[in-house]
Each structure stands twice: as C-alpha cells, then as structure tokens.
C-alpha cells in the first residue's frame, strides 16, 4: 500500500493516492460516466459498470482504507479493503449482510439510534436476526451474553452516542476471535486519528462518512474498511450484489473533507477538552460527559485507547446533562446562536442536539431510560469555531435555560 509508512497526518492527504493515469491530474476527477466502452466483450480497462467500478469512489475508498490501517496490497484487493457506501447505515446494512437468516448478534447497548431501528426493527423481521443488547463496558456481561447467544457478530461503537461510553476493543476483539464472531466497530465519533480498531485486532470498521471524515456537512456517506482479504472479497461481493454505493459527487467530497482530517481533529480535540471541563463547574449543569474529564468513570481506558501521535485525545463530542428537565433543555437549545441546533455532527460548525427529541427517537422509551438518555441530556459536536466564542454562545444560552 502505497504511503504506508508515512504519519497520518500525511496519509490523510496521500493514502492510497495516485495522480489520474490519463491526464496526470492530482486530484482524481468526478467520474460520472455510468459506463465503460469495451473494445470486445469481456475487454476493458479494468471499469466496467459505475456500480461495480468507479474511480472517484476508489480514491476515497483506497484512502479511508488507508488512515484506518488496512494491511491489504492492490494484489489483495483493489481498494485495498475499503468500501464506500451511500450512507452510514447503508454500510451497516451491507455489513450485516455478512450474516445468514437466523444468526445472532450482540451489539453494544447505547448505539447511534439508527443502528439500534436498523437491529430491532428491521433485520429481526427480514432476517431473523437475534440481536441482543449487551452492556459492554462490563465484559463479564460480554462473556455470558457470549456463552448465552453464541454470536456471529459483536457490533461496538465507542465512544459511544450519545452518552460516551466506551469499550475496550482489544478485549471485544479477543472475546469475538474466540467464539469465532465477526467484530465491528463503529468508529464514526473518534475518527482515525484517534482510534484505529484494526491494531486493537477489530475485524471491520465502519463510518457515517457524513460526520468527521466529510467533515463540512455537505455529503451523505458511509465506510466500512477490513485488513482482512477473506472478508475484503464478501463485502466486495456484497457492495456490488445489493449496490447501495457511494455516488462520485459525495466519494469527491468525502475525499476532499478527509485530507483535512488531522487538521480539523486537532481543533476538535482541543476545544471540546476545554469547553467540556468549563461546562463541569457550571451550576446550570449537573453532570458532563467525557472521555477525556478525569470524572468519566473510563477515562483511564479513554487515555490507553484514544491518542492522537501518541498523545491522549478524547474528540469532539461532548454530552451534558443540565439541572432540570425539557424545559430548560428547550430554553437552552432554542437560545444557542453559534451552535446549530440540528441533528447530525463532526462538521467545522459546532452543532447541538436533543437526543431523546431528535438522533434516538427511535430508541424505545424504555431503553433511553435504562441507558439515561434523559430530557436534560443535550449533545454537543464542537465545531473549529474560536473556542472563545463557542463557550460565550453556551454562556449567554445557559444563562437562559
Ligand atoms: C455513530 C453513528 N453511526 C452511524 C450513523 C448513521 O450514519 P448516516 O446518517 O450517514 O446513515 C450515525 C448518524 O448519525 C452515527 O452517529
């Protein structure tokens, strides 16, 4: 793989780059061609159909491949284990395609609310699956839920949306090797650059490439990246047979937001840090959640698991639970200026958001309570802004809530 070696804040820029063969460019461009003249049927030039083959998306998918480790060579596969889907839960669809009618798996219990309608709404009825909800900080309820459900696939986010939990992937990757469970993780909230599941020996990564990796929300997209060639030639399979790719607009875009990835989660790192512990000593908020606080009960694991040149960093989210219920949580969301209240998050603009109301609505009520997705929960993605100005924006809001 081309670049390997290199840090990753330049791989970010050239990962499995190469200037376009026929014109020299150096950056790769929209290909929007849906098709590929043969000379005689069968020979070509490698590009076939736009679905199966398309260069644009290569590039992004060769380089997200890149960043998040994968071992595999042009020989072992031609993105060299990425792939790149029309959204995050389009890869996470494809990606439980790995499984057969009737398999079970275990996903982590707090899990984007998407994830968990996709489980628990879908697939148990078109495809049998056994999902079963698992607590994975505690790995003595990873192990039993191991011996109960005998998993094919152990599904992680971590951290964790909304509430930051984590999970340590080294064990969640030893306790799927051995039962024989493809492991996944979600990596969308730590990004690359800080948290690469393929070393800690994660089977497949996946990524709403919507959030940091597009980094400018202005594409819809998803990843999922294997060191593993087995796996590499199911999921290239699958891209192909059920064909929810990654358009060439959004594979430009994506590949143009990642190249400022190391850039982007510096700053984010850094002002949520800051932001996150001036938020602590608020007396309009009761509790915050963070990795990187010396109050969040995995911090220890955080600073282990989540680094940035081999320096801990935590990301740019933040969760914070304000004194009182929905209505100061309204007060406060309807006040806020510089943050944008909207769904979604990882963008350069700092965004801000209800979960119970908006991103896990579709969580049943009785899981947000279990895991404490309260009213008084309210989720920040803190964006590249002037931390100044971002905290003077919370300021002026919680003086209001
Ligand atoms: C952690 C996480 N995973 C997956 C998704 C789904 O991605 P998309 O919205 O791109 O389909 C999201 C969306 O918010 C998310 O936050």
């Given at each position: 793989?081309?670049?390997?070696?290199?840090?990753?804040?330049?791989?970010?820029?050239?990962?499995?780059?190469?200037?376009?063969?026929?014109?020299?460019?150096?950056?790769?461009?929209?290909?929007?061609?849906?098709?590929?003249?043969?000379?005689?049927?069968?020979?070509?030039?490698?590009?076939?159909?736009?679905?199966?083959?398309?260069?644009?998306?290569?590039?992004?998918?060769r380089?997200?491949?890149?960043?998040?480790?994968?071992?595999?060579?042009?020989?072992?596969?031609?993105?060299?284990?990425?792939?790149?889907?029309?959204?995050?839960?389009?890869?996470?669809?494809?990606?439980?395609?790995l499984?057969?009618?009737?398999?079970?798996?275990?996903?982590?219990?707090?899990?984007?609310?998407?994830?968990?309608?996709?489980?628990?709404?879908?697939?148990?009825?078109?495809?049998?699956?056994?999902?079963?909800?698992?607590?994975?900080?505690?790995?003595?309820?990873?192990?039993?839920?191991?011996?109960?459900?005998?998993?094919?696939?152990?599904?992680?986010?971590?951290?964790?949306n909304?509430t930051?939990?984590?999970?340590?992937?080294?064990?969640?990757?030893?306790?799927?090797?051995?039962?024989?469970?493809?492991?996944?993780?979600?990596?969308?909230?730590?990004?690359?650059?800080?948290?690469?599941?393929?070393?800690?020996?994660?089977?497949?990564?996946?990524?709403?490439?919507?959030?940091?990796?597009?980094?400018?929300?202005?594409?819809?997209?998803?990843?999922?990246?294997?060191s593993?060639?087995?796996?590499?030639?199911?999921?290239?399979?699958?891209?192909?047979?059920?064909?929810?790719?990654?358009?060439?607009?959004?594979?430009?875009?994506?590949?143009?937001?990642?190249?400022?990835?190391?850039?982007?989660?510096?700053?984010?790192?850094?002002?949520?840090?800051?932001?996150?512990?001036?938020?602590?000593?608020?007396?309009?908020?009761?509790?915050?959640?963070?990795?990187?606080?010396?109050?969040?009960?995995?911090?220890?694991?955080?600073?282990?698991?989540?680094?940035?040149?081999?320096?801990?960093?935590?990301?740019?989210?933040?969760?914070?639970?304000?004194?009182?219920?929905?209505?100061?949580?309204?007060?406060?969301?309807?006040?806020?200026?510089?943050?944008?209240?909207?769904?979604?998050?990882?963008?350069v603009?700092?965004?801000?958001?209800?979960p119970?109301?908006?991103?896990?609505?579709?969580?049943?009520?009785?899981?947000?309570?279990?895991?404490?997705?309260?009213?008084?929960?309210?989720?920040?993605?803190?964006?590249?802004?002037h931390?100044?100005?971002?905290?003077?924006?919370?300021?002026?809001?919680?003086?209001?809530?």
């Open positions: 793989m081309a670049h390997g070696k290199l840090h990753l804040d330049s791989r970010v820029i050239h990962g499995g780059q190469h200037p376009e063969p026929g014109t020299g460019a150096v950056m790769p461009p929209i290909f929007t061609s849906s098709t590929f003249i043969q000379e005689s049927p069968g020979v070509h030039k490698g590009f076939e159909y736009s679905r199966s083959h398309n260069a644009t998306r290569f590039a992004a998918e380089l997200i491949a890149n960043i998040e480790g994968s071992a595999l060579s042009d020989a072992d596969d031609r993105t060299n284990g990425g792939f790149c889907f029309a959204s995050g839960l389009a890869a996470i669809g494809t990606a439980l395609e499984l057969d009618a009737g398999d079970s798996i275990l996903c982590m219990d707090d899990v984007y609310g998407g994830t968990n309608r996709l489980l628990s709404r879908v697939r148990r009825r078109s495809q049998g699956l056994k999902v079963s909800f698992v607590d994975m900080t505690d790995l003595g309820k990873l192990e039993e839920a191991i011996r109960r459900e005998k998993p094919k696939m152990i599904w992680v986010e971590t951290p964790t909304p930051l939990k984590l999970v340590d992937l080294a064990a969640v990757a030893k306790a799927g090797k051995a039962c024989g469970a493809v492991t996944v993780c979600d990596n969308t909230f730590a990004t690359p650059m800080l948290q690469r599941p393929i070393e800690h020996g994660i089977d497949l990564v996946m990524h709403s490439t919507t959030k940091y990796l597009g980094g400018h929300s202005d594409t819809v997209g998803g990843a999922l990246v294997t593993d060639r087995a796996l590499a030639e199911k999921l290239r399979f699958m891209q192909n047979a059920i064909g929810s790719v990654m358009g060439p607009f959004d594979a430009y875009l994506t590949l143009r937001g990642t190249k400022t990835l190391a850039v982007r989660m510096r700053r984010h790192c850094e002002s949520a840090m800051r932001i996150a512990a001036w938020l602590e000593r608020h007396p309009k908020v009761a509790r915050v959640a963070y990795p990187g606080l010396a109050s969040h009960p995995q911090h220890a694991l955080a600073a282990r698991q989540m680094r940035l040149e081999g320096a801990p960093a935590f990301g740019g989210m933040i969760t914070m639970f304000l004194k009182g219920g929905i209505d100061e949580s309204r007060r406060f969301l309807e006040h806020v200026r510089i943050f944008a209240l909207a769904e979604s998050l990882g963008g603009e700092s965004l801000i958001e209800h119970a109301i908006m991103t896990h609505a579709s969580v049943p009520a009785d899981q947000r309570a279990t895991l404490g997705i309260s009213d008084s929960l309210v989720r920040l993605s803190v964006g590249i802004e931390p100044d100005d971002l905290q003077a924006d919370l300021e002026q809001a919680l003086a209001k809530a």
